[in-house]
């Protein structure tokens, strides 16, 4: 298994740029997360899912938009980059119930807007 | 307020010492985890309970549902248990504390 894969792992965006950031999991998890934590600071919600086709917004939704056409999947979208959105970017994903459902976590996208 | 809170928020301590760190939490769960993250970024998960105890090394975690309250032990420290230790608590999404920042001096 290769757990939960994040793309790309270092980006350099300019204002009003937008890009995506990918997320795969092959651990059949139905529970997917995109969290962003800002220096010193802790992890910040920003989507979630609990299944294919479904979304929700989190903490901080805003500049962002994702979408799960697959189980597998959970791309992160961000139009119109600004500074504000200059971060560490965390995918993470989970199955819920039962003993031993522990999350696990992509190895971070380091995001800087100019 | 929080959902969920963790204190210390930093702890410096001798090699060898005892570390707890605290977890309250306000909402029902159904689950919490314990993870840790070291410097450069990466997010591992030490426990996930439900209920109860559990050992991993010297790694202690308990938790009490009544009192919305769970604590991380670690015994006979180490400088390479330096890291930040979190708390998250799941309900349908996890939400997370802000963490500990655990120094450990040799």
């Known amino acids: 298994n290769a757990g939960v894969t994040q793309t790309p792992k270092f980006r350099i965006l300019k204002i009003g740029q937008s890009m995506t950031l990918q997320c795969t999991q092959d651990?059949?998890?139905?529970?997917m997360y995109w969290y962003r934590q800002d220096p010193g600071m802790g992890l910040k919600l920003i989507y979630y899912?609990?299944?294919?086709?479904?979304?929700d917004k989190g903490e901080v939704p805003n500049g962002y938009n994702v979408s799960r056409s697959t189980t597998e999947d959970f791309p992160l979208r961000l139009e119109l980059a600004a500074p504000s959105q200059t971060s560490v970017y965390f995918c993470?994903?989970?199955?819920?119930?039962?003993?031993?459902?522990?999350?696990?976590f992509g190895e971070g996208s380091w995001l800087t807007v100019v | 307020k929080n959902e969920v809170e963790q204190s210390p928020q930093n702890l410096t301590a001798q090699e060898g010492e005892f570390i707890t760190i605290n977890c309250s939490y306000s909402v029902g769960i159904s689950a919490l985890h314990w993870l840790q993250q070291h410097p450069g970024g990466g997010i591992v998960s030490l426990f996930m309970l439900s209920s109860g105890k559990k050992k991993h090394g010297r790694l202690i975690a308990t938790i009490n549902i009544q009192e919305k309250h769970s604590s991380l032990h670690i015994t006979a420290s180490h400088p390479r248990d330096s890291a930040v230790y979190i708390c998250a608590v799941r309900v349908e999404k996890l939400t997370f504390g802000t963490g500990t920042r655990l120094t450990i001096i040799p």
């Open positions: 993470a994903s989970t199955n819920l119930g039962g003993d031993g459902n522990t999350i696990y």
């Open positions: 899912s609990v299944g294919a086709g479904i979304t």
């Open positions: 651990m059949n998890h139905n529970y």
